[in-house]
């Protein structure tokens, strides 16, 4: 079956949303086509059958969903018979697969790319080396029906369509042939072992049992020290990144496996079950001079990702072996209830092939098999966690009236009845995470007076990374050790995921820290200026989920803060006539709505 990259460019009017051009690469051979709206698209379709991969599937497939409801082709939920479609959509709205069977009973499956390859275009090209770059055109040009691409459209489009079919094809290349990077991830891993030792290793659990243990998983560690929050920061300061840090864990920390034991009361300290998750009810409240690290789900108290640094009130948590270790050494804890858990047998050793054979490629190779290489380990855990009882959305037309008073059709959603699915085995990436931000926030209270932002891997500290050689064991190779990802002369946090650094360098300075930014995220955003009075280069660096890119360009410190407002900059997805049209919005730092408790003493 032939496999192609394709993409669509697309209007930016609400009562003109279509496709004004598309290009399609035949990933083996690089062959190129091209066309000027979306019937010819699915024309091409027809005729060539095959796989066909678009990056960022959700905004294109929903012009092809609407081509095909549009076209009496009737959504089912089983085998494709003809003029029938069949789609996997999650419940957060994000398109997996479209699968067709047009009249002349040719069939077909589209794809999106950036599930196995996790970066942007311009990112793809840079991580693999690739011998091309992405382009730029002016998406707003008004662009009739019928209008065909120029020089300059038709070379961008291009770019776009071959830096994935290129990264796509190193993939298959590699047999990594999975609709997602996670499970191609998996796939390698089940054949380092063998099928038969995954199964013996990592055996079905009952949905009943994942949900128990499910409880205590919970992501990366990712929190502002309040010290430091909100404030400029006028001094010197590093970025420490933590090598490979998931499979450092799975490398070299103990990793539960085979059927778990439920237990009552307190953890009875079994030698051969000794990982486990313990459930208690308690009150508890946060030493002084140390890192708050409880989260709860679903409390009328605190938010989810709000770290707690007292109890209102009784409260019951799930907490793993390595969690509740460091909850009894940074609290003082009252337990009043010990309410059972889960134990499991565990040992090391699981995963070391399949991450020394990784790691061997990364140390010795560049471009595309070096990032495969990260990608396979850094994708692996995650599988292990995919929750077993799922939802998916249901694509349907709706009826609305639009700004002439005309009806139209856009594509909605239904929710779909949950269903349950095989589980792969919730316990690893229960422990993975648990280990993993373990090393986090010791390091981070380690450097606890200098400490001034944490994020999974990351820690962001006063001073050279130097300073902190007594304390932390850094190395820019080794698996597990921290490494120097970039320097920064001054800093502000504003909370979790939302800071911004500048950094400042001559020429030669500037040039080692462009290379340590592009090595360790191909996708960050810095924008450079440079001041020929005093012969410096700066660097802002920002990281503030939704800004856009043209407001970050013009970012300072003075204006990075909560109630920061632009009229305009923001593009929200606008469900319309014909598919997605991105629309000007206003964007703003928003204060977080937090649910908040006042200690009564």
């Known amino acids: 079956m032939q496999r192609y990259s394709d993409d669509f460019e697309t209007t930016t009017d609400i009562n003109d949303c279509r496709v ?17 709206n979306i019937d010819t698209f699915m024309e091409m379709l027809a005729i060539l059958g095959g796989e066909h991969y678009f990056h960022n599937e959700t905004f294109d497939g929903e012009f092809i969903v609407h081509w095909l409801l549009m076209h009496d082709y009737q959504h089912t939920e089983e085998q494709c018979e003809k003029k029938e479609f069949n789609t ?14 047009f009249e002349n009973n040719r069939y077909c499956r589209i794809y999106d790319s950036l599930k196995k390859l996790p970066l942007s275009v311009r990112a793809l090209a840079k991580a693999f080396n690739l011998d ?11 662009r009739p029906v019928g209008y065909r691409m120029d020089a300059v459209e038709k070379d961008y489009i291009t770019r776009d369509v071959k830096i994935v079919a290129k990264c796509l094809k190193m993939m298959f290349n590699e047999n990594m042939q999975k609709m997602t990077i996670g499970a191609d991830s998996l796939e390698a ?17 009952t949905p009943e049992m994942d949900q128990k243990i499910r409880h205590a998983y919970d992501g990366g560690f990712v929190q502002v020290n309040p010290k430091f929050q909100n404030i400029h920061i006028k001094e010197r300061g590093c970025v420490l990144d933590v090598n490979s840090l998931y499979p450092y864990v799975m490398r070299h920390k103990l990793m539960p496996y085979g059927m778990p034991l439920e237990f009552s009361g307190k953890y009875p300290e079994i030698e051969s079950y000794p990982l486990y998750i313990q459930y208690l009810r308690c009150t508890f409240k946060l030493k002084e001079g140390y890192i708050p690290t409880i989260k709860v789900k679903g409390s009328r108290y605190f938010a989810e990702n709000e770290y707690i640094r007292e109890s209102p009130v009784e409260m019951v948590l799930s907490l793993t072996n390595i969690d509740l270790e460091i909850f009894m050494e940074h609290y003082e804890v009252d337990v009043t209830e010990w309410l059972g858990g889960v134990m499991f047998h565990a040992q090391y050793g699981m995963f ?35 929750n077993p009882t799922r939802r998916h959305k249901i694509p349907e037309l709706k009826a609305y009236i639009d700004e002439n008073g005309e009806t139209r059709y856009k594509v909605g959603y239904r929710l779909s009845d949950p ?21 986090t926030i010791k390091a981070s209270h380690q450097c606890y007076d200098h400490w001034m932002y944490s994020d999974t891997d990351s820690m962001h500290l006063i001073g050279d990374a130097q300073q902190y050689s007594d304390l932390l064991w850094i ?16 800093a502000k946090y504003i909370r979790q995921k939302t800071y911004i650094e500048l950094y400042y360098s001559n020429k030669e300075e500037y040039e080692a820290n462009q290379a340590l930014l592009a090595d360790n995220d191909p996708d960050a955003s810095p924008y450079f200026r440079y001041d020929p009075a005093r012969d410096l280069y700066y660097e802002m660096v920002i990281k503030c989920a939704g800004m856009p890119e043209a407001i970050k360009e013009t970012m300072d410190f003075e204006h990075f803060e909560v109630g920061f407002q632009a ?13 997605i049209v991105l629309v000007d919005t206003p964007f703003s730092i928003r204060k977080h709505v937090t649910k908040t408790f006042t200690s009564s003493a």
């Open 20 to 36: 004004w051009a598309w290009a399609m690469c035949e990933i083996d051979t690089m062959r190129m086509r091209y066309g000027n």
């Open 88 to 101: 996997i959509i999650g419940d957060n709205g994000k398109y997996y697969m479209i699968a067709i069977r």
């Open 132 to 142: 091309m770059s992405k382009g730029e055109i002016d998406y707003h040009k008004y």
């Open 189 to 205: 891993y089940k054949l380092s072992i063998g099928y038969k030792t995954f199964k013996k290793w990592f055996p079905e659990l």
């Open 352 to 386: 070391d092939q399949y991450i020394d054979a990784n790691m061997e490629i990364k140390r010795k190779s560049k471009g595309g098999r070096r990032q495969l290489a990260k990608l396979r380990m850094n994708n692996l855990y995650g599988k292990f966690g995919v």
């Open 419 to 439: 269903e349950q699915t095989k589980s792969v085995y919730i316990p690893i990436a229960c422990f993975c995470t648990a280990w993993a931000r373990s090393v």
């Open 475 to 490: 190395d820019d190779n080794e698996l597990g050790a921290w490494k120097i990802e970039s320097r920064f002369n001054e």
């Open 567 to 579: 009229e305009t900059g923001k593009l929200k997805p606008k469900h319309v006539h014909g598919g």
